[in-house]
């Protein structure tokens, strides 16, 4: 493909994220309340006005506005536009990752990004209300492992699976890849939440994490949920700490960090699972010593 189409293509797949991501904001707000996320069409949370289509153009819409309704000037969310944006990103960034540096396949990519979308819902909700919905969870855990078997490159099925591949069935072998997924991320931090308990004396981590998790292992396999386990507490002390400074004493939930953390894995997966790889030899190798 020439230059100019792979940057017309990429622009595309950018403009395609922030709609969707206008799509993600109205279930941001619509799900926690238990309300239908296709009907009404949106309306100003202030004055009940209906939003025009040229005042709801993902990012442009809001700075046109000045980041105020046209009707009771009452000021919006910025939340919007950085939803809008972020998913935008994240198409573009995953399609990169993904398309073009991994040459992974596009159904991989097409579940990837509803993997995403799960993501931004959940940690913007967990962000709002201190709550990760049911429906986002177990939606995710429902649709990773038919994901797994529709879209076998889903996963890395090397090491102890292999047997399955080598026998043509890797359907088999993708599918247990995200149940084996599913089962270590979950219990491991759900022990991790016991554990917690145990020392602090208190919730240390909430279930709706643990069924997060579980739906982060269950698209990402076992290894990129381990070195997600690992890395997000890295990105909680980056926002963590300075909050803990200037005594802002209110916790802050722990979901959108998983994300983030799920994120950049999956992003940099092949470098992650070599890690992880690396790190379990030098264990293996200790176990053999002993
Ligand atoms: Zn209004």
Redesign the pocket.
């Known amino acids: 493909m020439s230059i100019q189409g792979l940057i017309l293509i990429q622009l595309w797949v950018f403009g395609l994220g922030l709609v969707i991501g206008s799509f993600l904001n109205v279930c941001i707000h619509r799900i926690p309340e238990g309300l239908s996320i296709v009907r009404p069409a949106s309306k100003?949370a202030?004055?009940s006005?209906r939003i025009v289509w040229y005042d709801n153009i993902p990012v442009l819409s809001y700075l046109f506005l000045r980041g105020k309704?046209r009707?009771?000037q009452?000021k919006i969310s910025a939340q919007y536009p950085i939803v809008e944006f972020l998913t935008g990103i994240v198409f573009l960034l995953l399609f990169r990752s993904v398309l073009m540096v991994s040459s992974g396949t596009t159904c991989a990519y097409a579940f990837f990004i509803i993997f995403c979308c799960l993501l931004i819902v959940g940690s913007f909700v967990d962000l709002r209300l201190h709550i990760i919905p049911n429906e986002i969870t177990y939606t995710g855990l429902i649709l990773a492992p038919i994901a797994s078997i529709l879209c076998v490159g889903l996963h890395d099925l090397s090491g102890s699976l292999s047997f399955y591949v080598d026998s043509g069935n890797q359907w088999i072998a993708s599918l247990l890849a995200s149940l084996i997924g599913i089962l270590v991320s979950g219990g491991l931090i759900f022990l991790c939440g016991v554990f917690g308990k145990l020392v602090f004396r208190r919730d240390a981590m909430g279930f709706g994490d643990v069924k997060l998790m579980g739906v982060i292992g269950g698209f990402l396999g076992w290894k990129l949920a381990v070195a997600t386990f690992f890395i997000a507490p890295f990105f909680g002390l980056l926002f963590g700490l300075p909050r803990l400074i200037l005594k802002k004493g209110n916790m802050i939930p722990y979901g959108p960090f998983l994300s983030l953390a799920a994120f950049v894995c999956l992003l940099f997966k092949d470098f992650s699972i070599k890690t992880i790889d690396y790190y379990l030899n030098i264990y293996l190798s200790i176990f053999q010593l002993l």
Request: hydrophobic letters at 0%; a positive charge; proline letters at 0%.
């Open positions: 100003c202030y004055c006005k309704c009707h009771c009452h």
